[in-house]
């Protein structure tokens, strides 16, 4: 593909990302509102543009847009059983805790992803990403369960990761 078609085919995806989360924020069709966000859409598309291979957004393809909505259900549902767990510990004192810091791994190679991987272990309560370098990350965790490395992984990190793989590959 041509360098204009590929500037093209980036400035739509974009696009849809942009006035998606707009749809997404102000939850309304209200044409009002649409034609703001289409409009702030557009601007910010056009100065983004410059800079899309430096952001590493993925292409588009039926497949990763499907892991995509899979990883938000994931994502939902690891932030709720994590509240739980963390809320049933401040209200059962005698409940175990032994908050310490591990180190986990990823197979991520871009920048992009490792930073959603790393968000996404922080959204989920009782976990604290502190630092990410190469493919180490840093995670302080209210209830360690293992220093090993790669069980650590497996019970942070990996259910994540499975799907970030496929939408960022």
Known sequence: ???????????????IILISIWVALTSTFG????IVGILVSLTLSFALIKNYKKIGLPGITIKKIWFF??????????VVVANFDVAYRVIHPKMPINPGIVIIKTELKQDLAKM???????LTPGTFTLDVSDDTLLIHW?????????????????????YLKVIFE
């Open 1 to 15: 593909m041509t360098e204009s078609g590929n500037r093209a085919k980036a400035f739509i995806y974009i696009f």
């Open 31 to 34: 044409l009002e509102e649409l």
């Open 69 to 78: 909505i899979v990883y938000i259900f994931v994502l939902a549902k690891e």
């Open 116 to 122: 959603i991987l790393a968000n996404s272990i922080t």
């Open 142 to 162: 209210i209830n360690v369960k293992t220093d090993k490395v790669e069980e650590a992984t497996k019970i942070i990190g990996e259910k994540f990761e499975r």
